[in-house]
């Protein structure tokens, strides 16, 4: 299976990373729009257009589906990509609450922490869907400082961690972080550790789990290809694809 991952910039590649890893697809194409990142603070309109001009590229790309890592995109224009693609079109929202759901050890009890774009919090999305399942502890919380950090490969430290504690000094500890942007996985074992021992959910992991069980997927592949467009400094995307351990 051929599939295409479609992001804002460089964070989808966090969720190519674990397709890449995962042995169950033959080859990746992976779009990302870095000459208007970021979509987090667009408005809904602008988002959909450009979602809809990733989907135009991808109807003519050899690819048998195609992957939404970006949250913002996934929440806002998910239903236009599918009626406009030419084939299935998975976003990262339902993924990431299957994952939750499947989390040893929680259960509808957990205080559970939604960070994310202002988009993706403003939508409230993730929250609709989490409290739908009889969680009803859920805080939700935008922290678009994490972007330009990861960006710059801060993964600790005392930028980081001042950044924490800048978002989350006053917040009772929560017992799951659910990371929804796919820079955010990059300091997911920070993050964690700042809550001691908070479980994650990282979008990558989410997506590959999503699609194993729902086409039956399975490792067969000991080399999966990386094509990567981008719109803006494709040579960019490529070092820091590499940086992030995908294969080119």
């Known amino acids: 299976m051929k599939v295409g991952v479609f992001d804002s910039g460089v964070g989808g590649l966090t969720v190519a990373r674990s397709l890449q890893q ?17 979509y987090g603070s667009k408005d809904s309109n602008t988002v959909t257009r450009y979602a809809l001009e990733a989907v135009e590229f991808f109807n003519g790309a050899d690819v048998d589906c195609l992957v939404v890592a970006c949250n913002t995109v996934s929440v806002t224009a998910l239903e236009q990509m599918q009626k406009f693609s030419n084939k299935p079109v998975y976003g ?18 957990a205080r559970v922490l939604v960070i994310a774009t202002r988009s993706t919090i403003n939508s409230g999305a993730y929250q609709q869907q989490i409290q739908a399942l009889g969680y009803n502890q859920v805080n939700a919380m935008a922290t678009p400082l994490f972007v330009p950090i990861v960006e710059e490969e801060l993964y600790d430290g005392p930028i980081l961690q001042e950044t924490f504690k800048h978002y989350f000094s006053k917040l009772e500890k929560p017992d799951v972080v659910l990371l929804g942007c796919t820079h955010f996985p990059l300091i997911a074992e920070s993050i964690s550790a700042y809550f001691n021992g908070a479980k994650t959910i990282h979008s990558g992991e989410a997506m590959l789990a999503w699609l194993k069980q729902h086409l039956d997927l399975s490792a067969q592949f000991d080399t999966t290809p990386l094509h990567i467009i981008a719109t803006e400094n494709v040579e960019a995307v490529k070092r820091t694809a590499t940086r992030w351990g995908l294969k080119l």
Do not use: H, K, N, W
């Open 22 to 38: 995962s042995g169950c697809f033959s080859e990746l194409l992976y779009y990302g729009d870095t000459a208007r990142v970021p």
């Open 92 to 109: 990262v929202l339902e993924p990431g609450v299957m994952a939750l759901e499947q989390l040893q050890g929680i259960d509808t009890s």
